[in-house]
């Protein structure tokens, strides 16, 4: 697919790297949709960047763990942008919390985002999809779908599900919509991060080094663009996944 001229949503596009991927899809030649929950300010500030870039922009506020709120973010977009052509599920929610101390209301709070929320964002945009012609779907998942992390027991799960998730919609929509998935390792580090966690986080990957945004960014551009791909999760991490 090329990207110049169709028409992207970017879940959760307003903060960190679901904004780096929705200025990776603009500076391809896309236009994009900004969804945002409760970032207004930082959401408008990307829209304000990608118009820079020559990209149409739109901001769209949906909290995603309210499913009755998704068919009216992708009516929104419709009829805002005339079509959709691409959708990447970058929306979520990272909570550490002992196994032996989550609640039902902090499973819900994670899996409700991280994983129901991009099944049914796929859903409204496979409908829209096929009206534009056809499609794809990238899915953000992490290396913590493949890796069992304890103190994070509901975002692997979460994670894990997704890749799951992608294999089967990917089946399912096929031929006129792929769907794919991107798993991040160390790429951004939260905001805050010390230079000696920094460098821990370096030694747990086989390179030895923290990676970049824009890693997942040519990922998830490689994805869109390859017509020949579908079902599949690429693992951007360094090697992370190799050390265990």
């Known amino acids: 697919m090329d990207l110049h001229e169709r028409v992207a949503l970017g879940t959760g596009s307003a903060r960190r790297l679901g904004r780096e991927i929705a200025i990776g899809l603009a500076r391809s030649g896309a236009h994009v949709a900004v969804h945002h929950f409760e970032s207004a300010e930082a959401a408008q500030g990307t829209a304000d960047e990608l118009r820079e870039l020559g990209a ?5 506020a949906a909290d995603l763990r309210d499913t009755e709120s998704i068919p009216h973010l992708f009516s929104d977009i419709e009829a805002a942008f005339g079509r959709l052509d691409v959708l990447v599920n970058s929306a979520a929610t990272f909570e550490r919390k002992p196994i032996l101390e989550i609640t039902p209301e902090d499973w819900d709070q994670v899996l409700n985002l991280n994983l129901r929320a991009a099944f049914f964002c796929g859903q409204q945009a496979a409908k829209a999809m096929a009206r534009a012609g056809g499609g794809c779907i ?7 779908a493949f890796q069992p992390w304890p103190a994070y027991a509901t975002h692997s799960v979460s994670k894990a599900g997704l890749v799951m998730l992608t294999r089967v919609l990917a089946r399912a929509l096929a031929p006129e919509i792929r769907v794919n998935a991107v798993a991040p390792g160390p790429v951004l580090p939260p905001d805050g991060t010390d230079s000696g966690e920094r460098d821990r986080l370096a030694d747990m990957t086989a390179l030895g080094r923290l990676g970049a945004p824009e890693d997942v960014v040519r990922a998830v551009r490689f994805l869109i663009e390859s017509d020949y791909i579908t079902g599949e999760t690429i693992t951007v991490d360094g090697g992370k996944v190799l050390r265990g």
């Not at 149409?56 to 769209?60: C, G, L």
Request: aromatic share 8%; hydrophobic share 65%.
């Open 56 to 60: 149409r922009a739109d901001v769209f």
């Open 138 to 144: 990238v899915n953000l998942a992490d290396v913590a």
